[in-house]
């Protein structure tokens, strides 16, 4: 299967981001554009959306299906939330003359799920990220997101952290990451087609 990749700049994607999310109603965390400008901007990123043809229509519509977006962090975040998310990794990942990319969103809409479209999204995620000289990429989930778990273990994402919740283990988080080594493009499964958005 060829997977559709398209790759967006910042304000475009932003926009596009916020109309998945709003509209297919199968995202809990809803991000306004605004938001994701504000988080992005002045910093490396990554968005990526996948596309795919809407199964028996005759007309061949084509529709996103999944995205994720990616973002590098440094031991100096000013941002409150990253100088947290920062300072509860400090002891597992090594931050000092490395860079770091940290998938912040992303998600897949339920009728395309275990398809493949987030491992091609991942996958895309790390050719890029290898392309722009990063070291290592950094997931937060939780515990009760089986699926994605699955597919992060299948591409050799390694738990370095888990906070238990004091009420919920399913609430949970798990911090993963990947080493971006020369091997790793080697064993990528996924046929990609990536275009630069046009928008």
Do not use: C
Request: aromatic letters at 10%; hydrophobic letters at 35%; a negative charge.
């Amino acid at each position: 299967m060829e997977y559709n990749i398209t790759q967006y700049e910042l304000e475009p994607g932003a926009l596009e981001i916020q109309y998945i999310e709003e509209n297919f109603n199968e995202f809990p965390r809803k991000k306004t554009a605004a938001e994701i400008v504000e988080r992005l901007q002045g910093r490396a990123h990554l968005i990526l959306l996948a596309n795919a043809p809407i199964a028996d229509d005759e007309q061949g519509a084509v529709v996103p299906v999944s995205f994720k977006v990616a973002h590098e962090i440094k031991l100096d975040e000013q941002d409150p939330k990253l100088a947290d998310l920062v300072h509860r990794l400090r002891d597992h990942v090594e931050f000092p003359d490395r860079r770091i990319l940290y998938t912040w969103i992303g998600g897949t809409r339920r009728d395309w799920r275990g398809q493949g479209h987030f491992r091609a999204l991942t996958e895309q995620q790390e050719h890029w990220a290898m392309e722009q000289g990063f070291d290592e990429i950094v997931v937060k989930t939780k515990n009760r997101f089986y699926d994605m778990r699955g597919t992060l273990d299948h591409l050799r994402f390694e738990v370095v952290k888990y906070e238990r919740h004091h009420l919920d283990n399913a609430e949970s988080k798990v911090y993963l990451t990947k080493k971006l080594l020369p091997e790793i493009i080697g064993r990528h499964r996924s046929s990609r087609t990536v275009t630069q958005a046009t928008i």
